[in-house]
């Protein structure tokens, strides 16, 4: 099963601030929380990994509460080619058995025009 | 280019076919992990190799047959499949971290079995 919750679709406009959600009541305390990015026909991309407050890259920010049970992936100023599936995990193989591999439904974004 | 490679890109078969599918990672990674994503589904983890040692055989029918020659090399070894084994079919490799550990992800096969 997978070890994370994200809604199922987003929509939004083009030039937009995108913030996906995903819950992770079960987080161990050696997880770091993983975000991928999959376009169709293609193998998922890492996009960014935390483990507390704030983490930034050139594509996105990752926020996470203190008490780690959730965490925020932000798209600033999306474009039409950010519409993809977008995938929570924690902990990975080691830090969650199998469970950490479970990719779950993730969060399929649309951007539209 | 994320440094898993994936042979052939495409593959048609028939279900009394053999054939075998390749993976190879140029990022020196401890683990390698076979998925399969059929047309609008999750990705399903299949196999996970932990320094070339399987450790997860996510109950895969046995016309699946995985081998791990080395810590860079992946093989998916196809025998009798049916016509809803087609999909698309990804490795990825990792660097097996206590929690922190991200996979990478090659482009994948995608498998028609007629």
């Known amino acids: 099963l997978a070890k994370t919750t994200q809604p199922i679709s987003m929509d939004s406009y083009e030039g937009q601030e995108v913030n996906i959600t995903c819950s992770h009541n079960?987080?161990?305390?050696?997880?770091?929380i993983t975000w991928y990015q999959q376009f169709p026909s293609q193998g998922p991309r890492f996009i960014i990994q935390?483990?507390?407050t704030k983490v930034t890259n050139e594509v996105a920010s990752l926020f996470i509460p203190a008490d780690r049970k959730s965490s925020t992936l932000s798209l600033p100023r999306v474009s039409l080619s950010d519409t993809a599936v977008y995938y929570c995990?924690?902990?990975?193989?080691?830090?969650?058995?199998?469970?950490?591999?479970?990719f779950g439904k993730g969060t399929h974004l649309i951007i539209q025009p | 280019e994320t440094g898993v490679t994936q042979t052939p890109r495409h593959l048609v078969m028939g279900m009394t076919n053999k054939k075998s599918l390749k993976c190879e990672q140029h990022?020196?990674?401890?683990?390698m992990y076979w998925y399969k994503q059929s047309a609008k589904k999750p990705l399903e983890l299949m196999f996970v190799?932990?320094?070339?040692?399987?450790?997860e055989n996510n109950s895969v029918p046995s016309r699946f047959s995985p081998e791990c020659p080395n810590s860079s090399h992946l093989f998916l070894h196809l025998h009798t499949l049916q016509p809803e084994d087609s999909a698309l079919y990804l490795c990825?490799?990792?660097?097996?971290?206590?929690?922190?550990?991200?996979?990478?992800f090659g482009p994948g096969t995608r498998l028609l079995v007629l």
């Open positions: 990825a490799s990792s660097q097996v971290l206590a929690g922190e550990e991200t996979q990478y």
């Open positions: 079960n987080i161990a305390t050696n997880d770091y």
């Open positions: 935390g483990y507390k």
């Open positions: 995990l924690v902990g990975g193989y080691s830090g969650g058995g199998a469970d950490g591999l479970t």
């Open positions: 990022l020196g990674h401890n683990a």
């Open positions: 190799y932990n320094f070339k040692e399987q450790t």
